[in-house]
């Protein structure tokens, strides 16, 4: 089992940058892929980015150019940076970490609020 915590959201200005970590309980040595994903109000749950184990990410079209996912396996921890935020990336930010068995978990999600 691994717990997952998400720091970082809040409120923020269009055009402005914000930090979401994603901080693991136990080692990341059997976690084969992290994603955070998020889900706006009346909305389904999206992926917004992915980051393998050999350090691989890919992101969705809507974020790509703006966000940057990272991770440091040593610290258990998984960041995302994200810059020129913009209304549409208002929601409930989630960490998310899958194993090689296909055993996934969450964080409870972190609001990030992108509004002047």
């Known amino acids: 089992q691994v717990t997952l915590e998400e720091t970082g959201g809040g409120l923020v200005q269009p055009g402005g940058s914000r930090g979401l970590s994603c901080i693991a309980s136990?080692?990341?040595?059997?976690?084969?892929?992290m994603a955070w994903y998020r889900q706006a109000p009346g909305k389904q749950r999206e992926l917004v980015a992915r980051?393998?184990?050999?350090?691989?990410?890919d992101y969705s079209d809507s974020v790509r150019g703006r966000f940057t996912i990272s991770q440091n396996r040593a610290e258990k921890s998984m960041h995302l940076q994200m810059n020129n935020l913009k209304p549409e990336d208002t929601a409930v930010y989630y960490c998310?970490?899958?194993?090689?068995?296909?055993?996934?978990?969450w964080g409870q999600g972190t609001q990030v609020t992108v509004s002047s």
């Open positions: 980051i393998q184990s050999d350090g691989s990410t």
């Open positions: 136990r080692s990341l040595s059997m976690i084969t892929v």
């Open positions: 998310n970490a899958r194993r090689l068995t296909g055993d996934e978990y």
